[in-house]
């Protein structure tokens, strides 16, 4: 076994200190310390996007990520997205109401992508309607092999619109 490596991250609110291998990813941190399963693994090569997480509340691909590279991080999955009471995200919400998802596998990957363009525009003072371009540009990095994306555009500009202050 390879050396470990002190870590601290806090992960959807929650510290956790932990000794990882110095070669793990963080999405392998996430999902076989953590068992916070909803982050996938589709590819393992920077290309899909089924990996992505909001880290230090910007996405990141976390299978291109070492965990120990988060070191003093805080992170969001998608297990954070809902409110503590279960309510759901606005772009959870978005997703069931349009139908954005068939086998769901990219669906955690492309709400946190989402998450960080609604932010991103928050922070820009652009809240409300975002066009088609925009999101598609936003989730160029994410695939899905079933929707067709239409109903993917269409979940996150439905959570844009119904969302005038998106926190994550
Ligand atoms: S698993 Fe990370 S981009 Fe595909
Ligand atoms: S819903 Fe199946 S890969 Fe996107």
Do not use: K
């Given at each position: 076994m390879g050396a470990t490596v002190p870590l601290k991250v806090t992960v959807n609110g929650e510290a956790h200190a932990s000794e990882v291998p110095?070669?793990?990813l963080l999405v392998h941190y996430l999902r076989?310390?953590?068992?916070?399963?909803?982050?996938?693994?589709?590819?393992?090569?920077?290309?899909?996007?089924?990996?992505t997480c909001l880290v230090d509340g910007e996405s990141a691909k976390?299978?291109?990520?070492?965990?120990?590279?988060?070191?003093g991080s805080e992170i969001t999955t998608i297990?954070?997205?809902?409110?503590?009471?279960?309510?759901?995200h606005p772009l959870q919400e978005g997703f069931w109401a349009e139908h954005?998802?068939?086998?769901?596998?990219c669906t955690p990957g492309m709400i946190m992508a989402a998450a960080d363009l609604l932010a991103r525009r928050e922070g820009a003072g652009r809240v409300g309607a975002v066009s088609e371009q925009e999101v598609r540009k936003a989730l160029e990095g994410n695939l899905c092999?079933?929707?067709?994306y239409h109903n993917i555009v269409k979940a996150v500009q439905a959570a844009a619109e119904a969302s005038r202050r998106i926190t994550v």
């Open positions: 110095a070669r793990m076989d310390e953590l068992g916070l399963t909803g982050t996938h693994v589709g590819c393992d090569t920077s290309s899909c996007g089924a990996c976390t299978c291109t990520v070492l965990a120990v590279q988060a070191d297990e954070g997205m809902a409110g503590a009471d279960g309510t759901l954005g998802l068939q086998c769901g596998y092999r079933c929707t067709g």
